[in-house]
C-alpha cells in the first residue's frame, strides 16, 4: 500500500502522519465513503482526470487502477502545479503519457514556473487547457477532478460550460481546515 501525505504545518492529521506515524506502523484503511469519486474498471468510457497540485493522489490511485486491471481504456490526466519541482510522483509522470502505461495521455499546466523548455508561459488552468488536454463532450467521458475549491469549481464549470455531461462530471474538493 502506499500513502501519499501533504504535510500541512497546522494541519489536523497531517503532521502525526509525516512526523509520528513510522513504516510498518499499523492503521486501519477503508475504502472511498459512498463510491462517488471512483472509477471502475467496469467502465468503458474514455476517462478524464483534471488535478490541481495534490489533487493529483486520488487520480493517480485510478491511473494504477487501471493498470492493475489491465485496463485499456483511454485515459487522459490534465494535471495543473505550482512549478515542476512541486510534482507529485514525477519519476512516474512523464512529459506525455504515464511511464510505461500506453493510452494514458499527460499534459502539464504550470502556474508559477515552467521548465525552461516548455512551450507556454506560466498560467492557471483554462479552457484552452481543457480542449487541448481532454476529450471532446461528444465522447462522454467519465470526467473526475481534484484539488482545491476554487480549482475544482473552475475546471467543472469549463467542462459543463464546453457542453460535458455534468452528471459525468466528479469532482473531490479540499480546502484549509479550521477557522
Same mark, same amino acid.
Given at each position: 500500500? /502506499?500513502?501519499?501525505?501533504q ?14 506515524l513510522? @513504516?510498518?506502523?499499523? $492503521?486501519?484503511?477503508?475504502?472511498p ?18 488535478? *490541481?497540485?495534490s489533487?493529483? &493522489? ?6 494504477r ?6 485496463? /485499456?481504456?483511454?485515459?487522459?490526466l $490534465? ?7 512541486e510534482r ?6 512523464g512529459r ?6 500506453? +493510452?494514458?495521455?499527460v ?12 512551450p ?5 488552468i +483554462?479552457?484552452a487547457?481543457?480542449n487541448? *488536454? ?6 462522454e ?12 469549481e473552475t475546471?467543472?464549470?469549463?467542462? &459543463? ?5 455534468? /452528471? ?7 480546502? @484549509?481546515?479550521?477557522g
Amino acid at each position: 500500500m /502506499r500513502l501519499t501525505v501533504q504535510r500541512v504545518p497546522d494541519g489536523e492529521v497531517s503532521p502525526y502522519l509525516t512526523g509520528v506515524l513510522a @513504516p510498518g506502523d499499523p $492503521i486501519e484503511v477503508r475504502g472511498p465513503v459512498g463510491g462517488w469519486f471512483v472509477w471502475r474498471p467496469t467502465d468503458s468510457r474514455p476517462v478524464l482526470l483534471v488535478a *490541481g497540485g495534490s489533487g493529483i &493522489v486520488p487520480l493517480m490511485a485510478m491511473v494504477r487502477a487501471r493498470r492493475a486491471a489491465g485496463s /485499456r481504456v483511454p485515459f487522459r490526466l $490534465i494535471y495543473s502545479v505550482r512549478t515542476p519541482a512541486e510534482r507529485y510522483y514525477a519519476d512516474e509522470l512523464g512529459r506525455s503519457t504515464i511511464q510505461g502505461d500506453a +493510452g494514458v495521455d499527460v499534459s502539464h499546466v504550470y502556474t508559477r514556473a515552467a521548465p525552461d523548455d516548455w512551450p507556454r508561459q506560466p498560467h492557471r488552468i +483554462g479552457i484552452a487547457d481543457i480542449n487541448s *488536454g481532454g476529450w471532446p463532450p461528444e465522447f462522454e467521458p467519465s470526467s473526475f477532478v481534484c484539488g482545491s475549491t476554487g480549482f475544482v469549481e473552475t475546471v467543472a464549470d469549463i467542462l &459543463v460550460a464546453l457542453g460535458h455531461d455534468p /452528471r459525468r462530471v466528479k469532482t473531490e474538493r479540499f480546502g @484549509p481546515t479550521g477557522g
